[in-house]
């Protein structure tokens, strides 16, 4: 088993000489094998701490197996870290599958070890079994390939040396060296779909291949390298695509229906990875949904994804963002010129001269200052709103004329419309009001401008 170790440290450029690593250690097979394989590692002379999280879940049996990693770091002469939180508080509060729940408390947990010791990596023990059984979880979840690509060996700070290593290699590596382990009683529970794939799914495959472990394995190594390949060549694509926002995505449609489709789908999961920092509970019936919508020749509409996300689209628009961000009301008055600052938008007001006129700026505006009146009200569209379009002297509904400019539905609502005396004097970076235009040679003129409007 050491030289399978040392073979995947070496292929995935896990460990270099001298770094110090924390090692997750559960008290486990397979944590207490990977802590003895790589305490027995002296050529690449690692400084180790163990860390042991106690999740507040199985009472006095999680107390004995931390005495015991504790007992185990010691007869190695290596520091021992202790941690306990209550995973089950947590998992109210997040909304979290208990399996989740646990996972988030335990990777923060080893992070601010690895903080507070001034260390490099996290090594965790998760192996080949692991692997082939994340593969098959994942499928039958509905998971694209960037989830069927499995656990990844390295992954940022976190290292993963025995994922090439089976389960019965481990156990027999530590009967071999006479190592005893503790058993977590929650790995036999059928309340857990892992555990059942591993009882019951995985012992039926290995009737038809003895070798599925591996192979299932093999599979998730080559669609990551394939996946890592199709995303940096979406990536190419991203910036034209999209104008990013603070907390939302404005994209191109005509460029996005003319990439491949494999581009689209990892477009998609750039975005939503982008909102919500995960893929979480996104599966590749979500993304083809998602494609199909925005490739459909319907006008306008929208598809619902979890985590509160959603996609809209209108005209050669589309927009991924949350629902709660989707309808947005807003309404302030400016009192007098100078910097004005909103969540939607801000905004620049003063006198200029004439001569000092910019040309060609959409976020820029020009006032005859006789016909502007303070406080200046700013507010979103609202249904019967009317004003009469720069050069023409007819007034027009502000529906008909975002529909002639081919303005998306969801994004009418974002438009800042400035208001003077109960008239609308601007469609803030769209277009003037006729009567407040300038109309005579002035020696100055009132200069609006919008500095960070959202729905640009």
Request: aromatic share 10%; proline share 4%.
């Amino acid at each position: 088993m050491l030289a399978r170790v040392k073979k995947t440290l070496k292929k995935y450029k896990m460990l270099t000489q001298g770094e110090k690593v924390i090692l997750g250690v559960s008290g486990g097979a397979d944590s207490i094998a990977m802590l003895y394989a790589l305490n027995e590692l002296v050529d690449y002379g690692l400084e180790l701490i163990v860390a042991h999280l106690n999740h507040g879940i199985r009472g006095d049996e999680a107390k004995g197996d931390a005495e015991f990693v504790k007992e185990t770091a010691k007869s190695l002469r290596l520091t021992f870290v202790y941690g306990e939180v209550d995973t089950l508080s947590f998992k109210e509060e997040s909304q979290l599958s208990l399996e989740d729940a646990a996972r988030t408390l335990r990777y923060k947990f080893f992070d601010q070890v690895l903080n507070k010791h001034y260390a490099t990596k996290i090594a965790t023990a998760h192996t080949l079994d692991d692997q082939a059984e994340t593969v098959l979880m994942r499928l039958l979840r509905g998971s694209g390939s960037r989830g069927l690509s499995g656990i990844p060996p390295v992954s940022n700070s976190i290292v993963r040396p025995l994922i090439d290593t089976s389960r019965s290699e481990i156990e027999e590596y530590l009967r071999s060296k006479g190592v005893e382990w503790v058993e977590d009683s929650t790995n036999e529970s059928p309340e857990f779909l892992r555990n059942r794939i591993r009882q019951d799914l995985l012992v039926e495959l290995e009737s038809y291949n003895p070798q599925i472990k591996e192979t299932l394995s093999r599979t998730a190594e080559i669609l990551r390298s394939e996946e890592e390949f199709i995303r940096k060549e979406a990536l190419k694509h991203f910036d034209d695509i999209f104008s990013p926002n603070k907390s939302e995505l404005i994209g191109d449609l005509k460029y996005y229906r003319s990439v491949e489709k494999p581009l689209r789908f990892s477009l998609l999961r750039l975005t939503i990875e982008k909102l919500n920092t995960s893929l979480k509970n996104i599966s590749s019936t979500h993304i083809v949904s998602a494609d199909d919508f925005l490739l459909s020749e319907t006008a306008s509409g929208e598809v619902k994804l979890p985590q509160g996300t959603v996609i809209v689209k209108g005209y050669d628009t589309f927009l991924v963002t949350k629902k709660s961000e989707l309808e947005l009301e807003f309404s302030y008055n400016i009192q007098s010129p100078g910097k004005w600052s909103f969540p939607e938008f801000s905004v620049s007001i003063e006198y200029i001269k004439t001569d000092e006129l910019a040309e060609n700026d959409e976020s820029v505006a020009y006032f005859d200052p006789e016909t502007v009146s303070f406080p200046i009200e700013v507010r979103n569209f609202k249904p019967g709103d009317r004003f009469s379009p720069l050069g023409m002297t007819t007034s027009k509904k502000l529906q008909d004329y975002f529909t002639d400019i081919k303005l998306p539905k969801f994004l009418r609502s974002r438009v800042p419309i400035f208001i003077s005396k109960d008239e609308i004097m601007w469609l803030g970076g769209i277009r003037l009001d006729n009567r407040f235009k300038v109309t005579d040679k002035k020696k100055e003129v009132l200069m609006i401008k919008l500095i960070r409007p959202r729905w640009f």
